[in-house]
Structures are given as structure tokens and as C-alpha cells.
């Protein structure tokens, strides 16, 4: 018979439970493992199915890039550089408004232009224009002397009625006023002028458009003569023949008293 070694066995059992609770380890070890990778899985789904869902609604609030307005920066340019040809307290003459004084000049953002402009002052109308210095060629200086000499020659000489219709004159005659020519401001007075005829028939239009240009005319040959408003109308009005009557004094024959005569002696 053979004997028996205790020893053997003994380490053989003890073998077999180590290696089996090892296992049992590694399998629970494992176990977790696995639950641990599947959670974190799971979440990081979860995770991207949020930011999914969050960046389709941002899409939808989104303008498509194709649709998105820009703000545009705009960019404030500047006038052509023009001489200036006119200074402040200068007279001029604006064709469409008659005689004028440049009170400034002043920079204004037009169109988003930055625009040198002359501020004017119309007396008549007591307002005050902008107009831009790269326009001033719209603007002429007032009239020499001689050229007031001339217009007053035209105003003392015949006028000149066509016979056309009066639609067709009253449209020559107010292109006449807003040329600003002085002599064709004299022409347009002298051919309106009804002087004191008071038989002759005139029509509303015919006397605003003889009252604009006789105002603009008046306006310019005081400030070129120099004198009162009174005296270069009566200068006009001498030229058109116009309130001769009120102009001249009538000087009447002085009375001398009577004398009474001595009663005779009876």
C-alpha cells in the first residue's frame, strides 16, 4: 500500500480554491469593468443627442447665412475740392430767388456727402438757402453800374408785345425771371408795363409776373446804386413812365388877398 501524503492534498485543495476565487475575481472585475464602459457610453449619447437637439433649434432660430443682412459701415465722403468765389456779406443774385447775402459758409452731411454750402439770406422772402460751393456757378454777382444804365435805357424804350397766346408769353417771360439776366429783367418790365393807364385791362398773371421781376430789379439797383429804397423806385418809375402825377407837385396859382375899396364920398 502506498502512503498517503497529507501535504499533497492539502495543497492541491488549497490550489484549487485560490485559482477558483481568482477567477471569480477577475470575472467580477471584469463585470465591472463592462457596467462602467456601458454607463459612460450611454451618457456620452445622451450628451450628443442633447447638443443634437440643441443645435437644430439654433438652426431653425438662425438666419441662413445666405439671408443674413450685413450692417453696412458707411463711410461719410467728402465734396470735390471747389474755390470758393464768393465770401460772407458778399450780394449775389440766385436766379430763382433775386438778390441774396451770403451770411456763411458751413460744412452739412447730405446723402452722407460731406457738402461745403453757402448760407443765403433772401431778404424778400426772409429765409435763409443752403447751396452747395460746387454749384455755385447757379450764382452771378450783382450788376456794374453800367449794366444798371443799360436797363434803365430798356426801360425807357418801347416795348415789344408779340402776338402770340398769352400761355405761350407768360412762359417766355418766367424763364426771363429765373435766367437772372438783368436785361432780360428790364425786358420782362418794360413789356408788363401798363404805367397809369387805367383803361387798359391786365390780368392777374400779368401783373404777379410784372410785380416779381419789377421786386427783383428794384431789389438789385439799390444795392448797386446805393441809395434809399424811395429814390431808386422813383428812378424806375420815372424810366416806366409810372406815377408822374404823384411825383410832380402840382404848384397852384396864389390867391392875393382882396383890397377893399374907399366908400365914395356923397
Same mark, same amino acid.
Given at each position: ?6 501535504? +499533497? ?28 464602459? +456601458? ?7 445622451? %450628451? ?12 431653425? %432660430? ?19 475740392? #471747389?474755390?470758393?468765389? @464768393? ?10 430767388? !433775386?438778390? !441774396?447775402?451770403? =451770411? ?6 447730405? !446723402? ?17 438757402? *443752403? *447751396? ?6 447757379? =450764382?452771378?454777382? =450783382? ?26 408769353? #407768360?412762359?417766355?417771360? $418766367? ?7 438783368? @436785361? ?7 413789356? %408788363? ?12 398773371? $400779368? ?21 434809399? =429804397? ?9 424810366? *416806366? ?10 404848384? #397852384? ?7 377893399? $375899396? ?5
Amino acid at each position: 500500500m502506498k502512503k498517503i501524503n497529507l501535504k +499533497n492534498i492539502l495543497k492541491k485543495t488549497f490550489k484549487k480554491t485560490k485559482s477558483k476565487k481568482k477567477v471569480k475575481k477577475l470575472k467580477k472585475s471584469k463585470n465591472k469593468i463592462i457596467k462602467v464602459k +456601458n454607463t459612460k457610453i450611454k451618457k456620452i449619447k445622451e %450628451l450628443s443627442d442633447k447638443k443634437k437637439k440643441i443645435s437644430s433649434k439654433n438652426e431653425n %432660430l438662425r438666419i441662413s447665412k445666405t439671408n443674413e443682412v450685413k450692417p453696412e459701415i458707411k463711410k461719410i465722403k467728402k465734396q470735390e475740392t #471747389a474755390k470758393k468765389e @464768393y465770401k460772407p456779406k458778399d450780394y449775389i443774385v440766385y436766379p430763382k430767388h !433775386g438778390v !441774396g447775402q451770403i =451770411l456763411s459758409i458751413s460744412s452739412k452731411t447730405i !446723402g452722407g456727402i460731406e457738402v461745403q454750402c453757402y448760407d443765403i439770406k433772401f431778404e424778400k422772402d426772409k429765409a435763409i438757402g *443752403l *447751396l452747395p460751393i460746387n454749384k455755385q456757378n447757379n =450764382l452771378r454777382p =450783382l450788376s456794374t453800374i453800367n449794366q444798371v444804365n443799360k436797363s434803365i435805357s430798356i426801360l425807357k424804350s418801347k416795348p415789344k408785345i408779340k402776338r402770340s397766346m398769352w400761355s405761350r408769353r #407768360a412762359q417766355e417771360y $418766367e424763364q426771363k425771371i429765373t435766367s437772372g439776366k438783368i @436785361y432780360e429783367l428790364a425786358e420782362v418790365v418794360r413789356d %408788363l408795363n401798363k404805367g397809369d393807364d387805367l383803361m387798359v385791362d391786365q390780368s392777374y398773371s $400779368e401783373r404777379q409776373l410784372f410785380e416779381k421781376a419789377y421786386e427783383r430789379i428794384l431789389s438789385e439797383f439799390q444795392i448797386v446804386m446805393g441809395i434809399s =429804397l424811395e429814390d431808386t423806385q422813383k428812378k424806375l418809375d420815372k424810366a *416806366l413812365k409810372r406815377n408822374l402825377e404823384a411825383q410832380q407837385v402840382v404848384q #397852384a396859382p396864389k390867391i392875393e388877398p382882396k383890397t377893399e $375899396e374907399p366908400a365914395e364920398a356923397t
